[in-house]
C-alpha cells in the first residue's frame, strides 16, 4: 500500500491556515463596557486595517485612530500618535522683520494649532487665536530693559512656564500637551480573538 507523503512546506502552509484568523471574520464595529464601572468603548476595526477607538468614562473621554493586524487568534493594535515624553517643546526664533514678540502655540500630538491658551510675557497677557498665535506688540508695558525673560501660558486646568533662553528671540514656536483632546495610546496592543468577541483581561468588546 504506497504511503501519503506531505510536503513539510505543505504542512506548515496547512498549520498557519488552520490558526490564522479571517480577515473578514475580524472586521467590523464592536462595543465594550468594563465589567467593574460604566465606562465603555467602542473600537472599529476597518477592511483597510485601519481603527476608530473612542473611549468614554465618568468625567474624561478619549479616543485614537491607527492600524491593526491579525497575529495568530489575536489581533495587535497601534495607533498612529506616539505618548511625548515632555509635556511641552519650545523653539525660539529671531526675526528681525518682527516689532514685538510673537508665540503661536499648537497641540504636541496632532500639531494642530491651541486657540483660547492665555500667554503671558512680563505681566502683559493675550489669548491666541484661531491660528494659535498670540502677537505681542513693541509698544506694550514691558519693565524697563524691554525685553522678554518668561512665557507662561494658561490652559484650562494647566498652567506652563518657559525661561527664554536667548534675549534676541521674538518668535517662538510651542508644542503644548493641553490634555483637552484626551489620546489614547496603543502599542503592540492585544486583543485575543474569541468568536464574535475581542478580550482583554476585564474589556469585553462585542461585534455590533
Known amino acids: 500500500m504506497p504511503v501519503l507523503k506531505i510536503c513539510p512546506l505543505l504542512f506548515l502552509l496547512l498549520s498557519i491556515s488552520c490558526t490564522q484568523l479571517k480577515t473578514e471574520s475580524v472586521y467590523g464595529s464592536y462595543e465594550a463596557v468594563n465589567k467593574d464601572s ?10 483597510n486595517f485601519r481603527f476608530d477607538y473612542a473611549f468614554q468614562g465618568d468625567l474624561t473621554s478619549s479616543s485614537a485612530t491607527g492600524t491593526w493586524k491579525i497575529k495568530g487568534k489575536s489581533i495587535r ?3 498612529y500618535y506616539k505618548k511625548p515624553k515632555k509635556a511641552m517643546i519650545v523653539k525660539e526664533h529671531t526675526n528681525d522683520s518682527l516689532i514685538g514678540w510673537e508665540v503661536k502655540v499648537f497641540d504636541i500630538i496632532t500639531h494642530q494649532p491651541v486657540d483660547v491658551c492665555r500667554v503671558i510675557i512680563n505681566n502683559n497677557s493675550v489669548v491666541t487665536n484661531s ?7 513693541k509698544s506694550m508695558t514691558f519693565d524697563k530693559t524691554k525685553r522678554a525673560d518668561i512665557i507662561t501660558l494658561h490652559y484650562p486646568f494647566h498652567t506652563f512656564t518657559y525661561h527664554i533662553k536667548h534675549q534676541k528671540s521674538n518668535t517662538f514656536i510651542i508644542l503644548l500637551d493641553d490634555n ?4 489614547t495610546f496603543f502599542k503592540n496592543y492585544r486583543l485575543k480573538v474569541k468568536q464574535d468577541k475581542l478580550v482583554r483581561k476585564k474589556w469585553q468588546f462585542i461585534k455590533q
Open 38 to 47: 460604566m465606562m465603555s468603548s467602542k473600537l472599529i476595526l476597518k477592511d
Open 77 to 79: 493594535l497601534n495607533s
Open 131 to 137: 491660528q494659535g498665535l498670540a502677537y505681542f506688540k
Open 180 to 183: 483637552q483632546n484626551i489620546h
